[in-house]
């Protein structure tokens, strides 16, 4: 068997609210952090928008994040894709309290890796239910850069 391989899906840009403060829970501190929009960039041209109403669903703690983010994309096509994203944040504890803050930090500091869950019923599309994918992230004060990878 050989190693599998990456073939870059889109960019996200997706831009973000303020966070929803939850509180602390016996696993960690609980917030949700509403999307609000965005763009879809790939190669070939691909473009489209992410649909504002998705939400991350986040569990902080010190030295890392458990992310859990729901949200629609649409090509310029028309074209709808449903993604469910779980991820994981880690770094220096102080680093992630700044990202907690909603302060730029390097994203080389910062580990961020997700797995995108994307599907569509749009036949162009559909392709996507039967395949895995992964993704780096970097988070800025008001938006979270995503770029998906399908794993061949």
Request: proline letters at 9%; glycine letters at 12%; aromatic letters at 6%.
């Given at each position: ?35 609000t ?74 580990y ?27 988070r ?13």
């Amino acid at each position: 068997m050989s190693a599998p391989t990456l073939e870059e899906l889109f960019t996200l840009r997706i831009e973000v609210g303020d966070p929803v403060d939850l509180g602390p829970a016996p696993d960690g501190h609980r917030r949700m952090v509403p999307i609000t929009g965005g763009t879809l960039d790939g190669p070939g041209g691909l473009t489209g928008r992410v649909l504002p109403g998705g939400a991350d669903h986040q569990v902080l703690t010190p030295g890392f994040a458990l992310l859990d983010a729901q949200y629609v994309v649409e090509t310029a096509a028309g074209e709808r894709l449903s993604v469910h994203n779980r991820g994981v944040r880690s770094g220096d504890p102080a680093d992630m309290a700044a990202l907690a803050r909603g302060e730029e930090v390097d994203p080389a500091r910062v580990y961020f890796r997700c797995t995108p869950r994307l599907s569509s019923a749009a036949p162009a599309w559909a392709w996507v239910t039967g395949r895995v994918f992964v993704a780096d992230a970097h988070r800025h004060p008001r938006r979270v850069d995503v770029r998906v990878f399908t794993v061949l």
